[in-house]
């Protein structure tokens, strides 16, 4: 992959080193009467690619909603770069450097991938920029570089996904929040999604990952935690998590 500068939010430069980025508390989001979440505590270091991973309905899209501001919280509190964000609106959450890659690689299909990256841009006013960080986002995906004209709708998932992930970066946020990346794509696909997560976090990006690939996210992730039913049943770091100790975390020992 070819070598970038590093895009880095200035919130992430300003971050006092012993400060996690993220910081959330006792975080609780419901669908009416239905509590999806219940009351998780996670940490995200800076630098680092954390993961959430879990069964179907274990809660870990709410819990990036909740995070991203899309969707309310019933208690807790979410901390970030230092800044209590839990009742702030998402578009300023964007603005403090957390960006949001949604499940199922949601693209604006009838535009551009150009149109796309410059839509991601959107909430830093620095227009000056722009075009240095399109190049860098064919830098890093260069399938990307020689579609910059085709319409969004008629690329590939995989590159779907990339579009999704660079639109994402546009933004320069501090956290990355990616949803299931790997969704659907082909084993190849797969492979190159995950190894730009880590060249993205080479260059100095924090990552919060929903992956329901509790193996893949092993191997990538720094810090692991494992929901079940809307509760946080195991955390530990992705190197010395034993994928058979995984597995019955996610089934519950009532299963
Ligand atoms: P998956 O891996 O299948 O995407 P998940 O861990 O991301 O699952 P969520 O999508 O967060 O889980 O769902 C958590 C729970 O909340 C599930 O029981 C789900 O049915 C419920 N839920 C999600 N969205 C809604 C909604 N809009 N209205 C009502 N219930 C919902």
Known sequence: MNPIAPIVHPTALTLHPTEPLLQVAGLAVSYGRIRAVDGIDLTVEPGRIVSLVGSNGAGKTTTLMALSGLLPLAAGRIRFAGEDITTLAPELRVARGIAHVPE?????????????????????GDAVDIASDLERMVALFPRLGERMAQLAGTLSGGEQQMLAIARGLMSRPALLIMDEPTMGLAP??????????????????????????????MRLSDHVYIMRLGRIVHEDSGATIDPERVKSFYLGADS
């Open 104 to 124: 199922r690689r949601r693209v604006f299909a009838g535009m551009s991938v150009r149109e796309n990256l410059v839509l991601g841009a959107y909430s830093r």
């Open 188 to 217: 190849q696909m797969i492979d190159l999604i995950l190894d730009t997560v880590l060249e993205i976090r080479k260059q100095g990006m924090t990552v919060l990952l929903v992956e329901q690939n509790a193996v893949e996210a």
